[in-house]
């Protein structure tokens, strides 16, 4: 069981991630991202995460385990929503060493 809890919060983490990454790539606007902040970047960087949340959705066997699974990917998406919420994304970029585009702030 364990297993597939670990499996679904690496879900969580995973989806909540690639949205992001996404999303801004569709819009056409920069986000900070390790490959590079261009929006073609971010929207192959979402993608992909889109497509290996997909795959560990399906190693996570997540019909065996149905409430203790949902928690695992409600507690991994919250992490992530708490470090891009907080501008995680931009900071890991400064602690790399790598360019970030304009933050944009709500007023």
């Known amino acids: 069981m364990w ?6 919060a690496l879900v969580g983490v995973m989806g909540a991630n690639a ?14 991202n390790i490959l590079g902040n261009s929006p073609l970047r971010n929207a192959l960087a979402g ?10 959705i399906y190693a996570a066997d997540l019909l065996a385990h149905p ?8 507690a991994g998406a919250l992490v992530m929503a708490v470090f891009h919420g907080r501008g995680g994304a931009y900071r890991l970029n400064e602690v790399l060493g ?3 585009p304009p933050r944009q702030v709500a007023a």
């Open 3 to 8: 297993y597939t809890v670990l499996l679904s």
């Open 19 to 32: 949205l992001p990454h996404f999303i801004k790539g569709l819009v056409g606007e920069e986000f900070p």
């Open 47 to 56: 993608w992909l995460g889109l497509i290996l949340t997909g795959l560990l």
């Open 67 to 74: 409430w203790p699974d949902a928690v695992g990917i409600c």
């Open 98 to 100: 790598l360019p970030n």
